[in-house]
């Protein structure tokens, strides 16, 4: 198993571009999540996925969009890009029913807007 | 919702010493709390766990204990190595259905040799 990918590793984009950040598992998870990690910061949760079809905003969504027409992907959509959405993005994933599971996550994708 | 508090952020060491990184949470409702490890430029890897039916749990150097009643729960790293230099995250289950977590702000840990 690949585990959980992520595309791209870096991207720098200007101001007000646009941009989606891939996320993809192969271990059949239903949970999936996205991430951001400020510089020398705890992680933030974005939005979050409990299943195809189902999107729930988390703690920081404004600025951000995400969709799960799959299993296996969870994009995130940043509209508009601004300085403040200059962060590492992680995407995780872990089996579906009880809430004690290990969360799984893929090697990050860094971001900077200039 | 759920509120992870995470102290010191910054802790050195020496080599051979004891690591202890403390957090407290606010929601009694909760019973999972994981410890995550970020090596420099990697992506956080579980560490060890607890439940709310435990008081402790150890794993060779590493142990975590769990207070319910003060609703505080403690990372413990023995006989510490260089290459336990890293980012400590603890966190808690958060959301509608408690299917998320929220993470503490992190400590970083350096151990010198």
């Known amino acids: 198993n690949a585990g959980v990918t992520q595309t791209p590793k870096f991207r720098i984009l200007k101001i007000g571009q646009s941009m989606t950040l891939q996320c993809t598992q192969d271990m059949n998870h239903n949970y999936m999540y996205w991430y951001r990690q400020d510089p020398g910061m705890g992680l933030k949760l974005i939005y979050y996925s409990v299943g195809a079809g189902i999107t729930d905003k988390g703690e920081v969504p404004n600025g951000y969009n995400v969709s799960r027409s799959t299993t296996e992907d969870f994009p995130l959509r940043l509209e508009l890009a601004a300085p403040s959405q200059t962060s590492v993005y992680f995407c995780?994933?872990?089996?579906?029913?009880?809430?004690?599971?290990?969360?799984?996550f893929g090697p990050g994708t860094r971001l900077t807007v200039t | 919702g759920e509120n992870v508090e995470q102290h010191p952020s910054t802790l050195s060491v020496q080599e051979g010493d004891s690591a202890v990184i403390k957090c407290t949470y606010s929601d009694s409702a909760s019973n999972y709390f994981p410890w995550y490890k970020q090596e420099l430029g990697k992506r956080p890897q579980l560490i060890i766990d607890i439940r709310s039916n435990v008081g402790e749990k150890k794993d060779q150097r590493i142990a975590v204990t769990l207070n319910k009643t003060a609703k505080h729960f403690s990372l413990h790293i023995t006989e510490t190595q260089p290459e336990d230099s890293a980012v400590y995250f603890c966190a808690a289950p958060a959301g509608p259905g408690r299917r998320a977590l929220t993470f503490g702000s992190g400590t970083r840990l350096q151990v010198q040799p």
């Open positions: 995780a994933s872990r089996p579906q029913g009880t809430w004690d599971y290990e969360q799984y």
